[in-house]
Every structure is written in C-alpha cells, then in structure tokens.
C-alpha cells in the first residue's frame, strides 16, 4: 500500500507540475499510440490531457500532436518512443522533453530567448529553439534539421563539445563514434523519410479543446516488461526515477524476470531485487560473540588435565 502511494504521489506531482508549465493537449491523433503514465497504459486520443513525464509510444504511421496554451506544439512521428514534458523545463543539465528513438518535430516561436526550448535524445541536446525543428534518434543515424528559425545543438556523447549554431535549413548528421557533421542542406535520404505530416504546417486546434472535457482514457490496462525495457534501459539520468514508480512491478514474475535478466543495464534495481537483510538480523549477526583462542578447553580434555595424578 505504501508503494503505491509513493507511485500515486509521483504521478500526482508531475501533473501539477504540467499545470504549472501550461496545459498540454493531444489535438491530432493518426493510428493508435499509447501512453504510459504512472503504472497504467492507455491509448492516446484527441483532447487527452497530457501529464509531465507521459511515456507515448506511437507504431508504424502512428502520429500525435501535443500543443500547449502558449502556442508551443511537440509533434511525435511514428515509431517513435518519448517522454513529454514543457520543452523549456530542464532536468538533469538537459530539457526534460526527452526523444529515446523515432521521430519529433517541436514548434516554438517565443523569441524570449529565457525559454530555451529544446529536446534531449541519446547522444545530442538541442536547444534554443525560436522556429521548428525536426529531430530523427536511430541506432545509424541521427540527424537534425533546422525547418525554420534557428536552434543550437550539443554532442552530449563528449563533454565540452563546440555548440552548433543552426539556421533555417541546416543539418546535422549525428553518426556513432564520429562528431557531428553540419551542413547546409539535408541530404535526400533524409528528406525521403520525413514523416507524411511533419511537411505541413498543421493549424493551430488548442482553442478548439480548452473548454471542452478533457477524452476519456481508453483501453486501460497494466504493462509488461517488454513494453519499458528500453526505458528501464535508458541512460541513467532518464532511468532512475522509474525504480520508485515502478518498484511494485518488481513483484510480477514476468517482469521480475526481465529486470533480473538485464540487471547489469540497470544495477540500481539491485536493492529492489535483492534487498539487504533487516537490521535487526545484521546487527544480530554481527553481534554474536566469538570464542576466544585463549578460552580453556571444555570437555574430556579439560576434565582429565584438572583431574589428579
């Protein structure tokens, strides 16, 4: 019961921070994605208020566009995995709005350059966003393309790597294991794979949902291992806040199963797995006396070495 508090508490206070930062609405659904949001999945549709940290997953020619009551709009393409949060929030030295693979685009036009909106994703952080920019994670290549306006973007793989000052129409091509390239233009295979709806400026639907009841959550249900693992799995500033919201599933056999199978991807499971005996056992433990070398024997030996000769 305690442990489920703690997860309703968690939930509770990552919807009060969203309220804070300005109310996100789901106003354009394609397909049937999902979202994750303390220990319950359900389907993502249009008029969904969306919550800090909601985990969305979208499928093949999935699409969800999340727009807040400043005009900022977060697009999430297909196959696509994310965490949403208020582009302009910062957690852990990056933005909180976080792309773990897939494809988002984000539309920001406040010039005050206090906001500092951005993304982070495995390997880059791009920030400074006044204008659109379109944002690909995949295990070849990454790539980021200034659609209009401008932003600035950071290898997070080495640190004190050059900040790259991006106009309308540069790209950055992020590959493993070499720095990241900048060009003028993006190059056609790029373009080629764009997703069908992040060609076009969609208008803008916030108003049309503000004063309406917020979509009814669909489809609720649990969650299995298979469906967080490459969140379980993420870099550790992402990873870590899940072993609080998530502990309870450590008592489902299947997911138990999986944590321990990639316990060394995420050792901060371990105390959850594999808790410490109680104090009062250790200290018991640690506090049973030891027989002395210089004790004097007891038994026969020392009956006949006392006895008289």
């Given at each position: 019961m305690f442990r489920w508090a703690i997860a309703v508490a968690l939930v509770g206070a990552t919807?009060?921070?969203a309220a804070a930062e300005g109310s996100a609405i789901a106003t354009i659904v394609e397909g049937k994605p999902s979202v994750i949001r303390g220990l319950v999945r359900f389907d993502v549709a249009e008029g969904l208020r969306m919550s800090a940290n909601d985990l969305v997953r979208t499928g093949?020619?999935?699409f969800v566009r999340i727009e807040y009551d400043d005009g900022t709009a977060v697009e999430v393409g297909p196959s696509t995995l994310a965490q949403i949060n208020y582009p302009s929030v910062r957690k852990s030295g990056c933005s909180a709005l976080y792309l773990l693979s897939?494809?988002?685009k984000l539309i920001s036009d406040k010039p005050d350059a206090s906001h500092k909106d951005g993304i982070c994703a495995p390997g880059i952080q791009v920030t400074d966003v006044s204008g659109s920019v379109v944002?690909?994670?995949?295990?070849e290549t990454s790539a980021l393309f200034v659609e209009d306006g401008k932003a600035q973007a950071i290898d997070r793989r080495k640190p004190g790597s050059k900040t790259f000052a991006l106009k309308r129409g540069n790209y950055l091509a992020i590959t493993p294991d070499h720095p990241p390239t900048q060009l003028e233009r993006p190059v056609p295979a790029f373009v080629d794979a764009v997703p069908r709806l992040?060609?076009?400026t969609l208008p803008k639907r916030y108003a049309q949902f503000q004063g309406r009841p917020p979509a009814v959550q669909r489809n609720r249900a649990g969650f299995g291992y298979a469906e967080v693992e490459p969140w379980i799995n993420a870099e550790p500033a992402i990873r870590g806040s899940f072993v609080a919201l998530w502990r309870d599933?450590?008592?489902e056999p299947a997911f138990r199963a999986g944590l321990e199978r990639d316990l060394p991807r995420h050792p901060e499971w371990d105390p959850i797995l594999h808790p410490p005996p109680p104090p009062s056992e250790?200290?018991?433990e640690t506090e049973r006396?030891?027989?002395s070398p210089h004790s004097a024997p007891k038994g026969p030996e020392a009956t006949n070495a006392s006895a008289p000769r």
């Amino acid at each position: 019961m305690f442990r489920w508090a703690i997860a309703v508490a968690l939930v509770g206070a990552t919807a009060l921070a969203a309220a804070a930062e300005g109310s996100a609405i789901a106003t354009i659904v394609e397909g049937k994605p999902s979202v994750i949001r303390g220990l319950v999945r359900f389907d993502v549709a249009e008029g969904l208020r969306m919550s800090a940290n909601d985990l969305v997953r979208t499928g093949d020619g999935a699409f969800v566009r999340i727009e807040y009551d400043d005009g900022t709009a977060v697009e999430v393409g297909p196959s696509t995995l994310a965490q949403i949060n208020y582009p302009s929030v910062r957690k852990s030295g990056c933005s909180a709005l976080y792309l773990l693979s897939g494809w988002m685009k984000l539309i920001s036009d406040k010039p005050d350059a206090s906001h500092k909106d951005g993304i982070c994703a495995p390997g880059i952080q791009v920030t400074d966003v006044s204008g659109s920019v379109v944002l690909l994670i995949d295990t070849e290549t990454s790539a980021l393309f200034v659609e209009d306006g401008k932003a600035q973007a950071i290898d997070r793989r080495k640190p004190g790597s050059k900040t790259f000052a991006l106009k309308r129409g540069n790209y950055l091509a992020i590959t493993p294991d070499h720095p990241p390239t900048q060009l003028e233009r993006p190059v056609p295979a790029f373009v080629d794979a764009v997703p069908r709806l992040f060609r076009d400026t969609l208008p803008k639907r916030y108003a049309q949902f503000q004063g309406r009841p917020p979509a009814v959550q669909r489809n609720r249900a649990g969650f299995g291992y298979a469906e967080v693992e490459p969140w379980i799995n993420a870099e550790p500033a992402i990873r870590g806040s899940f072993v609080a919201l998530w502990r309870d599933k450590a008592t489902e056999p299947a997911f138990r199963a999986g944590l321990e199978r990639d316990l060394p991807r995420h050792p901060e499971w371990d105390p959850i797995l594999h808790p410490p005996p109680p104090p009062s056992e250790a200290n018991a433990e640690t506090e049973r006396p030891t027989p002395s070398p210089h004790s004097a024997p007891k038994g026969p030996e020392a009956t006949n070495a006392s006895a008289p000769r």
